[in-house]
């Protein structure tokens, strides 16, 4: 049996966001500085510069993490590799050299509490469920999963993605009925989330951060012919078409 106190009973920490087995925290003051640093510690805060943190309650369900994001874990925690098998150990290091990811991302077992690493990034925690059972990512993102969800490498659906698109020949996707936790540049206020119903989004640039599996993706030219494209300035755009949602980050 174990107690944590100071922790999201503090008065300097507020719950963002509450879903499946996570938890995400907010500091929202930065009390550990000195005087050296204090004058840039409260421009921060007065930014929205601050640091969170992703709490997993294990009794809820096991979590997958990315490498190296454990900060520390009370009570019956457990760390395996999540390798069921050397045909489960290749495809898994194919899928991290292709999508950018760690080839091994732990997988953790039990009741306790583990609780990963702070940053600075805003989190955002997405449930499968209001993505049609499955989301692709853009690189980056993946922060930690409940260990349910099915890890797939997604290809483009031509070669011109890749070669055109500036977002590679793969991209990680899950699938199934749970819960994942994102790393995001952007806070979740400013994303725009755009829901197409057979119909088509064009992006001028690497702003998607997340798409419904169910949505093709293709790169294409602005205009109907290479002078057309060429004349509005545009070139090609990354193009989704079918069901399904997209968020877009409104910079770089």
Known sequence: MYQIKNFTDNDDIRILDQKGAFTAVEYLRDLSVSPQNAQNAWFCNEMNVRKRQVICDLSKSHVTVQAGAMQWMAGNV??????????DL????????????????????????????????????????????????????FLA????????????????????????????????????????????EELIEITLNKDVLKVDGNFAIAWSASLEFTVERSGKTLIGSAASGEGLVNVYRGTGKVLLAPVL
């Open 78 to 87: 457990n760390a395996t590799t999540g390798v069921k098998g050397v045909g």
């Open 145 to 188: 999963c409940e260990s349910g969800l099915k890890h797939k490498a997604v290809m483009r659906s031509n070669l011109s993605s890749a070669v055109a698109g500036g977002e590679g020949l793969f991209n990680l996707g899950l699938s199934g009925q749970g819960v994942v936790c994102l790393e995001s540049n952007c806070p979740r």
């Open 90 to 141: 290749i495809g898994k290091a194919v899928r991290g050299k292709v999508t950018g990811e760690s080839a091994i991302k732990p997988e953790y077992t039990g009741d306790g509490t583990l609780v990963l690493e702070p940053t600075y990034k805003y989190i955002l925690l997405e449930d499968l469920s209001e993505w049609g059972g499955s989301i692709v990512l853009d690189d980056g993102l």
